[in-house]
């Protein structure tokens, strides 16, 4: 009997538009959460528990949850008055709907807050427990209220057993993008190329926020703000799938925790200009075979920053020779270490790091070309390392705070 009152049911063109959105809607978030979650499942198990592969793994859950919250959310729009023909009981479709919402929006919030109070996390466990006990009562309700078709008053948003829950859910909604945003884009501080990828993703977040908000105020059969909203709300998930599956890599929120050694040498002599170490650095990491095999034995002392420039001059000659005049190396592996290179008209600026991220090319670059614009007569450089000022470079190009 559904089934004959769905066919013979009359859409209006502004329901039949929305159900196509709605249709589209659903296909794009579960590829969306697919596309994140496996970048996460592909991902190094020692880099899982990062924060940034943290937010986006809770991320990719979201987006399948929401993309399935759009089933029953479907069912309440357009298929509630023909169930309620039939003499179904449709009053478990509102609990549902916001129990499945807590469910995408309390883990988000949850990782946020462990991450964001390492020193408070007791905070995050009350609070996370409080959001599981607000999804385990909506689902009772879900229950209680199928069974029980009276409850009509009691379900409505104003009522004191929904007021409380939409409260709740306002207040992990503003944590999830405020939380979010400050670690993607302030704690792990990327590089500016994809902090701005990740700024841009978040205006896709804000304008899906727009469209939802007018997608529900203006929800009628006859009212075409009902497919504009949609619209929009779709428009800002492609916006944010667009720009967070952009970042090569969630590695690249990781770049400053992974540089060991920056050095800047003159590229023709190997005159060392500059060096700084970023953490302490292991001999045995440097352990294993590049092209060329190296050997550091374990009780021997870091040379001086002299003799590593000349001799990374010489070995980075000589694999530019075997690679030939169309040959450009970018890097070097060395055990579990990756030595990165970029060359200006005079300098060069080599980083040792944990891994060859593409973050590190662009900042090399970059610092490449504020050394040499700072320092004009380099080429005509006499040794006298005095009038180069290369450490307040560094600190402003990797975002060094003192």
């Known amino acids: 009997m559904l089934i004959t009152s769905y066919l013979n049911h009359t859409f209006t ?60 959310a479907f069912v309440n729009y357009f298929l509630k008055d023909d169930l309620i023909a039939e003499g179904l009981n449709v009053l478990w479709l509102v609990p549902l709907q916001y129990g499945l919402l807590l469910l995408i929006i309390v883990p988000i919030g949850y990782i946020c807050l462990l991450i964001l109070l390492k020193t408070r996390k007791i905070v995050a466990y009350i609070i996370g427990l409080l959001g599981v006990l607000t999804i385990i009562y909506m689902f009772i309700l879900v229950f209680v209220s199928a069974n029980n ?39 792990l501080a990327p590089q500016k190329e994809v902090r701005n990828r990740v700024l841009l993703g978040t205006v896709g977040i804000v304008i899906a926020g727009i469209g939802g908000f007018i997608e529900v105020r203006m929800q009628s059969p006859d009212e075409w703000w009902y ?24 590695d690249e929120f990781a770049w400053k925790s992974g540089m060991k050694e920056i050095h ?111 320092h004009p007569d380099l080429e005509n450089f006499n040794g006298d390392t005095r009038k180069i000022h290369i450490g307040p470079i560094v600190d402003e190009v990797f975002d060094i705070k003192k």
């Open 13 to 72: 063109t502004i329901e039949l538009l929305v159900q196509v959105l709605y249709g589209a809607f659903i296909i794009l978030l579960l590829l969306f959460g697919w596309d994140l979650l496996e970048r996460y499942i592909k991902a190094d198990k020692r880099m899982r528990s990062d924060a940034a592969y943290m937010i986006f793994f809770i991320m990719g859950v979201a987006m399948l949850g929401y993309g399935i919250y759009l089933f029953p």
């Open 149 to 187: 078709p009276g409850m009509t008053d009691m379900l409505r948003w104003s009522s004191p057993l929904i007021l409380p829950v939409l409260l709740l859910i306002g207040v992990f909604a503003i944590v999830d993008f405020l939380g979010i945003i400050f670690i993607l884009v302030v704690q």
């Open 227 to 250: 497919v504009i909203g949609t619209l929009i709300e779709l428009i800002g998930f492609v916006i944010m799938r667009h720009f967070f599956l952009s970042i090569r890599s969630y």
């Open 264 to 374: 800047v040498i003159i590229a023709e002599t190997g005159i060392s200009l500059f060096y700084q170490s970023f953490a302490d650095l292991k001999l045995a990491d440097l352990h294993g075979d590049i092209r060329v095999t190296a050997t550091i034995e374990e009780d021997e002392s870091r040379p001086n920053s002299d003799l590593v420039a000349g001799g990374l001059v010489g070995i980075k000659g000589m694999l530019s020779e075997i690679s030939g005049d169309r040959g450009k190396l970018e890097n070097i592996e060395i055990g579990e270490k990756s030595l990165i290179f970029k060359q200006g008209k005079v300098v060069l600026c080599l980083l040792l790091a944990d891994d060859n991220l593409g973050v590190y090319h662009s900042i090399l670059q970059e610092l490449t070309e504020k050394i040499e614009s700072a």
